[in-house]
């Protein structure tokens, strides 16, 4: 663990002389003004959180989201179940937001609860909007 925050310092540290050499110059004229930027403000949007996984002979899209994910949340139970939380990112009803869930790149028909899965079969959930 040292060793890798050594490096990240290192690296940091590097990449502040190079762009302080750049702008300063070795003899220490300034070559460049750092110009304000045009932009008060940016809004940025998150990506979205994605999760994906292989299918299993015989479980459940629902059985295997258990294994993969770190955290998740759903309303209801087995066949009722509704995901609404998927690694700390929760759908946001005020966004109309909610978890999908796909199969072999195809919208799933029925319930994670209820999707039977092989081995062949690739899941993904993701965030979608009604």
Do not use: C
Request: aromatic share 6%.
């Amino acid at each position: 663990m040292n060793t890798i925050l050594t490096r990240k310092i290192a690296v940091g540290g590097l990449a502040i002389v190079a762009i302080a050499t750049a702008l300063i110059g070795i003899n220490g004229s300034v070559h460049a003004k750092l110009a304000s930027p045009a932009v008060s403000h940016v809004a940025v949007t998150p990506t979205p959180a994605v999760l994906t996984y292989h299918g299993s002979n015989g479980k459940t899209a629902l059985t295997l989201l258990e294994s993969s994910a770190t955290t998740y949340r759903v309303k209801g139970d087995g066949v009722n179940a509704f995901v609404t939380s998927i690694n700390g990112y929760a759908a946001s009803d005020a966004k109309k937001e909610f978890w999908s869930l796909y199969i072999n790149g195809q919208a799933a028909t029925v319930g994670a609860g209820t999707l039977m899965t092989t081995d062949a079969d690739t899941l993904r959930w993701q965030i979608d909007t009604y």
